[in-house]
């Protein structure tokens, strides 16, 4: 993540206004303005225009635009009906701070007050703000039906009157964490010169801002620091604890699990996007369990949006919800179907046409989104520019890979996080008529960028094992059998490229993908997945039957077993089994919440599956 919240605020304001006059990428088809340069999809000569309903909520919105007063604070968000949830944040006290709500007061035209003298005064006052003249307030909001919108921050200096100074609402997090090497990154309300304190360096933005990002270098393998984030005049200590020196085959612990967005229901399980109460608990018990790290692959929220600025909050919902526990230990997140951001197209009675992937691809597609939302390694390839589609090579046609396909090692592991629904057009799986990516397909440029990787890590002796994700499962058992890498068995669904389609169906592609797994590697332990609601295994051997009948085209060598492991069991609403070719071979299929714990010791690996909200055992096998 590179961009600050002011700058997306500018650009979102000044995008409003003039997004409908940014050229139209060759890539596209049937996609044209009208002479009001009104973005229109076209289809049998009927025009579906883009629609242009604005943001129903932004983060600038609800972060209320605190004021000190003398007796507390004043809040204005806007045109939100519903109720201000209010208590202290007790930083310093606790290891995993959380708001302690006191108080509840109804939104009065998006407006509300805390009056802290009053609310928090002797004995309420649990975390000295008289004395050290200073302190946090969380909030939550709900809306008219009571939905939980947002979990917000205030910081504040002074005992009466009170002075709002820039919060931090977002992390502190850490990522991209090596045997030397870390990155600790932050959002505040404000743009401010922040500090960072660990290992006895002293590291300061380079100017005010409000995404703070630090890489810290010359670390110990296998060290616990303390760190310490300073913003004005409060300050927030946790520690990282960098990887083992690569290739020491360390015993360790990481988490695999996907599929967060919204449940049914209340509460909780429905904060606007994420379901946070079962994402609360997975971060809790894996870092119980003492993992590593966190890899989540895919559908964090709802989204299926047409404005950034609403993405961008149900994504702050979602980091929300682990953030006692991100403070710690890494999470690495890959892009998913739900995390689709794009023009969506519908006719006069509101019915949706057409959805494909927002342009300009560098600010508004949904890869943008996701880089901006997050902090990922950079090693991934560029983008689909210059593969054999691309119908100009003189100018950029396909959004960017960076932070949304990247590689990592931890020890004798390496993860590499794949996306199969990248420049996503939902509706392109249904009628073909216009172009996109489909989802559960990895496209040309990305597959010889995986080929590379694979190569480098079988050569690398530190590396043992290799595992391998993406969003959509290869072989789907509930849920997605209608598309993922299978689409009922139609090798006829591909991505669409300038109203041209590419060579290879999905099915061929997938085997070439498997391939590269099976027969160029002999690291690779397993696939990890989602997108389906429901957790359980497949173990592939030549015995499993994977195709359809009188399928037509060279078929797959499987020369040595692997495994899908299938986790989308993080809180959406769950998926049943079906029947499908491979199903007899499908093991320990659940729909109870699950997260996978890998336990890594050398050359073995067991995983074990448990159910963070009871705790029991779901499933547990010897992968190696």
């Known amino acids: 993540m590179k961009t600050t919240l002011s700058v997306i605020l500018i650009l979102f304001t000044q995008l409003t206004v003039i997004a409908q006059q940014h050229a139209i990428p060759g890539s596209y088809t049937n996609i044209k303005y009208d002479e009001s340069k009104r973005l229109y999809f076209e289809k049998d000569g009927e025009k579906f225009y883009a629609d242009t309903t604005g943001s129903r909520y932004t983060i600038k919105q609800l972060l209320g635009n605190p004021k000190g007063t003398e007796e507390g604070l004043e809040f204005d968000f806007g045109n939100l009906k519903g109720t201000f949830t209010y208590g202290l944040i007790p930083y310093g006290k606790a290891p995993h701070p959380l708001p302690v709500f006191r108080l509840t007061s109804p939104l009065n035209n998006g407006k509300v007050s805390a009056n802290i003298k009053k609310d928090f005064r002797y004995p309420y006052d649990f975390v000295g703000w008289e004395e050290n003249k200073g302190f946090t307030l969380g909030y939550r909001l709900t809306d008219e039906k009571g939905m939980i919108v947002f979990d917000g921050e205030a910081s504040v200096e002074g005992t009466g009157p009170f002075k709002i100074i820039p919060t931090i609402y977002e992390g502190p997090y850490v990522n991209n964490i090596s045997d030397t090497e870390a990155v600790i990154w932050y959002e505040t309300s404000l743009p401010v010169t922040s500090t960072l304190y660990i290992n006895d360096k002293v590291m300061k933005d380079a100017s005010p801002a409000t995404h703070h990002e630090f890489k810290i270098s010359g670390l110990k393998p296998g060290t616990k620091y303390d760190y310490t984030v300073k913003v004005a005049s409060l300050s927030q200590t946790y520690y990282i604890t960098t990887a083992p020196k690569a290739g020491s085959r360390k015993p360790f612990v990481f988490a695999y699990t996907s599929d967060s967005r919204h449940a049914t229901g209340s509460g909780e399980r429905m904060i606007y996007g994420a379901n946070a109460y079962i994402m609360k608990k997975m971060a809790a018990l894996s870092y119980q369990q003492g993992a590593a790290f966190v890899q989540f692959t895919g559908d964090m929220i709802n989204g299926y949006l047409s404005n950034k600025e609403e993405q961008l909050v149900q994504y702050t919902n979602w980091k929300k919800s682990i953030e006692p526990f991100w403070h710690y230990m890494p999470f690495y997140v890959g892009q998913g179907n739900h995390e689709a951001l794009g023009y969506i197209f519908k006719d006069k009675d509101g019915a949706q046409k057409g959805f494909i992937d927002k342009f300009p691809y560098d600010t508004q597609s949904a890869e943008s989104a996701f880089q901006d939302a997050f902090v990922n390694p950079e090693n991934g390839p560029v983008g689909e520019d210059n593969n054999q589609y691309d119908p100009n090579s003189n100018q950029v046609d396909f959004p960017s890979y960076k932070e949304n396909v990247f590689h990592y090692t931890y020890d004798n592991v390496a993860m590499i996080v794949l996306n199969s629904d990248y420049w996503y057009a939902p509706t392109l799986s249904r009628e073909n008529a216009t172009s996109g ?170 995983m074990k599956v448990l159910n963070p909200d009871t705790l029991n055992q779901i499933d547990e096998i010897v992968l190696r």
């Not at 530190?462 to 391998?468: E, G, R, W």
């Not at 295994?537 to 899908?564: A, C, G």
């Open 437 to 606: 990516g489909l989802h559960g397909y990895l496209m040309d440029n990305q597959m010889a960028w995986l080929r590379k990787v694979i190569l480098e890590f079988e050569q690398n002796p530190s590396i043992d094992h290799i595992f391998v994700t993406q969003h959509t499962p290869v072989f789907p058992n509930g849920g997605h059998s209608g598309d993922d890498m299978w689409y009922s068995g139609n090798n006829e669904k591909r991505p669409y490229i300038a109203g041209k389609p590419v060579k290879k169906g999905i099915i061929e592609r997938r085997d070439e993908y498997l391939d590269i797994l099976i027969n160029q590697s002999t690291k690779v332990v397993a696939v990890l997945t989602g997108d389906e609601h429901n957790y359980n295994r497949l173990q592939l051997t030549k015995e499993v039957p994977i195709y359809p009948d009188n399928y037509p085209h060279k078929k797959l060598n499987v020369s040595r077993t692997i495994f899908q492991i299938n986790n989308g069991a993080s809180g959406a609403p769950y998926y049943g089994q079906e029947k499908l070719p491979w199903s007899a071979f499908t093991k320990a299929f659940s729909v109870e919440n699950a997260v996978c714990l890998f336990y890594v010791k050398g050359k073995s690996i067991s």
